[in-house]
Nanobody, 119 residues
C-alpha cells in the first residue's frame, strides 16, 4: 500500500499561483498513476488532473486547462500540481490520489490540503 501526504496549500489572491506537492511512501511509486482531486464546500469531489506512471500522459479537467500543470518525479516519490491564474472558484480542499497500475480506480488518498483564493 502507498501512503500519501500533501503540502503547499494556503491563501492566495485571485490571479496568483500555488504549488501543491504530494509525497508517497510505502510502495513503489512508479507502480501508480497519480491524480489531484478537489472538493469545494457543499460540492462533490471532482477530478482536476492526472498523470501516468511514467509521466508520459497527462489529463486535465477543462476548467484548469492552461492554468494548472501536473508533474511527477519518480526518483523523489512525488507529484506536484502547479496552479496559476487562480480564481475564487478554485477554492477547495485538494487531494492527492494514487491508482495502482492495472486497477480501475484511485484507491489511495491523502488527507487533503486547503486552497483558498480570495477575490
Amino acid at each position: 500500500q502507498v501512503q500519501l501526504a500533501e503540502s503547499g496549500g494556503g491563501l492566495v489572491q485571485a490571479g496568483g499561483s500555488l504549488r501543491l506537492s504530494c509525497v508517497a511512501s510505502g510502495d513503489i511509486f512508479s507502480s501508480y498513476s497519480m491524480g489531484w482531486f478537489r472538493q469545494a464546500p457543499g460540492k462533490g469531489r471532482e477530478s482536476v488532473a492526472a498523470i501516468s506512471w511514467s509521466g508520459a500522459n497527462t489529463y486535465y479537467a477543462d476548467f484548469v486547462k492552461g492554468r494548472f500543470n501536473i508533474s511527477r518525479d519518480n526518483a523523489k516519490n512525488s507529484v506536484d500540481l502547479q496552479m496559476s491564474s487562480l480564481k475564487p472558484e478554485d477554492t477547495a480542499v485538494y487531494y492527492c490520489a494514487a491508482n495502482k497500475v492495472g486497477a480501475s480506480r484511485f484507491d489511495y488518498w491523502g488527507q487533503g490540503t486547503q486552497v483558498t483564493v480570495s477575490s
